[in-house]
């Protein structure tokens, strides 16, 4: 187990440090600031349009609401269909476009309102010559061309609310709706005050007028903030986009209309009746599928743009949709007669059972959506929506066959029956991006690579960090003998992660062939050559490299090794075990032997075993110690400057066990080591933190018995001991936090995280300003006995031997304390910033707890008293 400090660091050129949820999730904010405003959008229309027809039916005659129903749903229908497509070429061209994007946009909206004029008039021929009922709902000849001009109007808006959504405005077409919205229904207000008499031409008149004023106040506010150039239409950009126009068209009327003539089936094979409780269901469950279809919406929009961030967005896309509706649902599912009863009894009797299956087939909606996202991303719509055409003629067929068995619970149960079939077949589609296969790992691999593993959750969430061992001198050892024991093992496992190529940004590992691994490992290996080295210079050269494709990187000469391993390898057991082997085949001049470490899913089978198995810990589970926000107060100018201190003593650990067994019988001496460590700063005149420290722990305690980890398995809860000053409070605190095992669940939450939004290659940067009175952070970690070491070709005795165990990292008001254990020797890092604090004190810090800690453990309960 190594330390891993509280704040990282990174180059100057990365980005900025991210604190909290939102910051971590800064990345994805245009993803949850569109498809919000578009869910917003929903809501807010639903609302107020319920509103709308409330007013509308308890004011006007029921004749002219029937009216301006069924012209509104002409609009809806025609003018869906007349979109032609444009909205979602739109979509897909604009994040690429460079030039005038307006241009583009209002040719759209002009082939749009053509067709859906076109489109119109169709309707309108129809009705006159064909279908006596719709003739009579057009009402008089102005409340016709009204109605005309309303189709071309609303497939104009629509193309350009998606437009909008392009342009990663989302907000903007919020405005606009929910402009329209209020004004649609105080224009009625006002209307219903007027002594008039409402007919069906005055009440679609306020609807063609909200969208009109609509468009003006969006028209202003884009104006204002400069987001308008021109808008003149050029019929020359449709050159070229024609066939994609259809492709999208194709793929839109195959998911839309299909769903628009469920409930005519339903009229048609049951009765009105049944489509009155079947239709209020439908709604229902439509209100929830807006969050995956709004959600993968957007998706489109902002991969579009980026599509090498395709990955990342459907992961986020997805943990939106799971957390906010599939609760919702299995709610909606669970109580489904109460929610009918909502509508009245005679809607729970008839389609309680209905609406509890259509709310299951929520997760059949998640994984078509994104489907179709996906597929609109890639450039394979056509596709798409062929498969849309005959998954849409399926559910309709299914619906007849379920409804003439005479049941609307046996329709729905058909339909959703249809729609678990298609998850199965797009579903590995969607995980295939979230989950990417081996197979896709071998892609586009460097030259002198022969294959590649994805890094597991484990590896990844420590990829950032890494840290270092120094053994030494020795007797056999030089870099020409290590790089041989290398090249060794890579013959016999070119797989092992200790030779393979650590691909940070691809989070891979990249295995090579004999002749690049070859070259490779001179890069990895550096002769200091043999003369007097200085093992502390060795330490801090490795501490100042930055990050690279070594996960073991070395300095060799002068009889002593320096080891940089990057954490995603392991930690103190397997990195050892590394170190041990290598160590000993370079000094016996043959190639290195170490088994393959296993890989295994580890983490969940603890959490299980610990918590799972027992109900009576699940309060434990939820017990997970959090670092607290530190407030800071004046800063000053601040520049990273990472060193190390080290001491070691081969006396003092048998005075700690005296003084302990008659002091503070059972305690730890790593806890009596931390506690004298903290009181030798004060007594220095540092300001140590009392309030609380990290403790670095493994976690595989609690693994099942049988079940070996050999990557990084540890973690670092910030504890509140009583007294950081004091050791039996520190050894109280650290066995109680070891016996709830919350570090599971913080690990779990954590790998969680990583899976969904995947793991940086790289820290977070030091700030460029740090406290001018800096309180010291303390980070403890114990990493126990290291005499597994004892066996190489060591050239002095154990009193005289340099281990050094140093992290690479720390925050620039921390300090982190190592210890271990090696031949009854005490060894001692300090690694801290020296543009922070004075190395020469914290060395003397560390030279007080080697010389006396019961002295520095006693003055400092004396002055506690």
């Not at 179709?372 to 299914?398: D, H, M, N, T, Y």
């Not at 990249?510 to 001179?522: C, E, G, M, Q, R």
Request: glycine share 10%; charged share 15%.
């Amino acid at each position: 187990m190594t330390a891993i400090e509280a704040v990282p660091q990174s180059a100057p050129n990365q980005p900025a440090p991210r604190h909290g949820i939102l910051g971590r999730l800064r990345g994805h904010v245009d993803l949850f600031l569109n498809a919000g405003s578009l869910m917003a959008t929903t809501a807010i229309t639903s609302l107020l349009g319920f509103a709308y027809w409330w007013v509308a039916a308890r004011t006007a005659p029921a004749e002219a609401v029937g009216q301006a129903s069924a012209a509104v749903a002409a609009m809806t229908l025609i003018g869906t269909i007349g979109m032609f497509g444009m909205g979602t070429m739109l979509i897909s061209d604009l994040p690429r476009l460079t030039g005038r994007k307006w241009d583009l946009i209002s040719t759209c909206l002009l082939v749009a309102g053509s067709a859906a004029t076109v489109g119109g008039l169709i309707y309108v021929a129809l009705a006159h010559l064909a279908v006596p009922g719709l003739k009579d709902a057009l009402g008089s000849p102005a409340a016709t061309v009204l109605l005309v001009f309303g189709i071309a109007l609303n497939a104009m808006t629509l193309v350009l609310d998606e437009a909008l959504v392009g342009l990663l405005a989302g907000p903007m077409q919020l405005m606009r709706n929910a402009w329209f919205s209020v004004i649609k229904l105080v224009l009625l207000g006002l209307l219903v005050i007027l002594p008039l008499n409402l007919t069906g031409g005055t009440v679609l008149l306020t609807w063609v007028a909200g969208m009109v004023l609509s468009v003006a106040i969006l028209s202003r506010a884009l104006r204002r903030r400069g987001m308008v150039d021109s808008v003149r239409p050029r019929l020359n950009l449709m050159r070229g986009r024609g066939q994609a126009t259809f492709d999208h068209n194709l793929l839109n009327l195959a998911t839309y209309l299909p769903r628009a003539a469920l409930p005519l089936v339903v009229t048609a094979v049951l009765s009105a009746e049944a489509n009155a409780a079947f239709y209020t269901a439908f709604m229902v469950t439509s209100f929830l599928a807006m969050v995956p279809g709004n959600v993968a919406l957007t998706l489109f929009a902002v991969a579009s743009g980026d599509r090498a961030a395709l990955r990342s967005k459907v992961r986020v896309g997805l943990l939106i949709c799971l957390v906010v509706g599939l609760p919702v649902s299995i709610f909606v599912a669970v109580f489904s007669d109460w929610v009918m009863g909502l509508f009245g009894a005679q809607y729970a009797a008839a389609a309680g059972p209905a609406l509890a299956i259509l709310a299951l087939t929520y997760i059949p909606f998640v994984f078509h959506h994104f489907f179709l996202a996906i597929s609109r991303v890639q450039g394979k719509v056509r596709g798409a929506g062929v498969f849309s055409v005959f998954a849409g003629l399926a559910e309709l067929a299914a619906a007849w066959y379920g409804g003439s068995r005479g049941s609307l619970t046996e329709l729905v149960a058909w339909v959703a029956g249809v729609m678990a079939l298609e998850m199965i077949i797009v579903a590995p589609i969607v995980l295939r991006v979230v989950l990417p296969s081996r197979r896709a790992d071998a892609v586009d691999l460097p030259e002198g690579t022969m294959s590649a593993t994805r890094l597991t959750l484990h590896e990844r969430a420590w990829l950032p960090l890494e840290y270092i061992r120094t053994v030494g001198p020795l007797t056999g050892v030089t870099a020409e003998r290590v790089r041989a024991a290398l090249i060794g093992l890579h013959a016999a496992d070119p797989t092992h992660r200790a030779v393979s190529r650590l691909d940070r940004t691809g989070g891979r590992w990249l295995h090579l062939d004999a002749p690049t691994f070859a070259a490779y490992v001179t890069e990895a290996v550096t002769d200091l050559g043999d003369g007097p080295a200085d093992f502390d210079a060795m330490t801090r050269r490795l501490q100042s490299e930055p990050r690279a494709h070594h996960p073991v990187r070395f300095l060799v000469g002068g009889g002593y090794v320096a080891m940089k391993v990057a954490h995603s390898y392991g930690d103190a057991g397997p990195v050892n075990t590394l170190l041990r082997e290598v160590v000993r085949a370079a000094g016996e001049e043959r190639a290195a032997a170490i088994p393959p470490m296993p890989r295994r899913f580890a983490l969940p089978g603890a959490w299980w075993q610990t918590f799972g198995k027992h109900p009576g810990r699940w309060s434990d589970a939820l017990k997970m110690a959090r670092t607290p926000h530190f407030e800071t107060g004046d800063e000053r100018p601040w520049t990273a400057n990472l060193t190390v201190q080290t001491a070691r003593s081969a006396d003092v650990l048998g005075r700690m066990r005296v003084w302990r067994d008659e002091h503070a019988p059972g305690v730890t001496t790593s806890a009596i080591t931390f506690a004298a460590f903290t009181a030798a700063l004060r007594e220095l005149g540092f300001h140590p933190d009392l309030t609380g420290a990290t403790f670095l722990a493994d976690a595989r305690r609690y693994l099942p018995e049988g079940v070996t980890v050999e990557s990084n398995f540890c973690f670092g809860p910030y504890l509140t001991p009583a007294s950081l000053l004091d050791p039996m409070a520190i050894h109280k605190t650290l066995k109680g936090e070891l016996a709830t095992g919350g570090m599971l669940t913080m690990m779990l939450l954590r790998e969680s995280k990583l899976a969904v939004t995947g793991a940086p290659g790289f820290p977070d940067p030091y700030p460029s300003t740090a406290p001018a009175d800096p309180l010291v952070r303390l980070t403890f970690s114990n990493q126990g006995r290291h005499d597994v070491l004892a066996d190489l070709p060591w050239a002095i005795d154990a009193a005289h031997r340099v281990n050094q165990s140093v992290p690479t990292l720390n925050g620039p008001e921390g300090i982190t304390l190592t210890t271990s254990e090696m031949g009854g020797v005490l060894h001692l890092e300090a690694t801290f910033h020296a543009s922070t604090y004075d190395p020469a004190m914290v060395g003397r810090a560390l030279e007080l707890v080697c010389a006396g800690p019961a002295a520095l453990i006693m003055a400092a309960a004396g002055r506690r008293v």
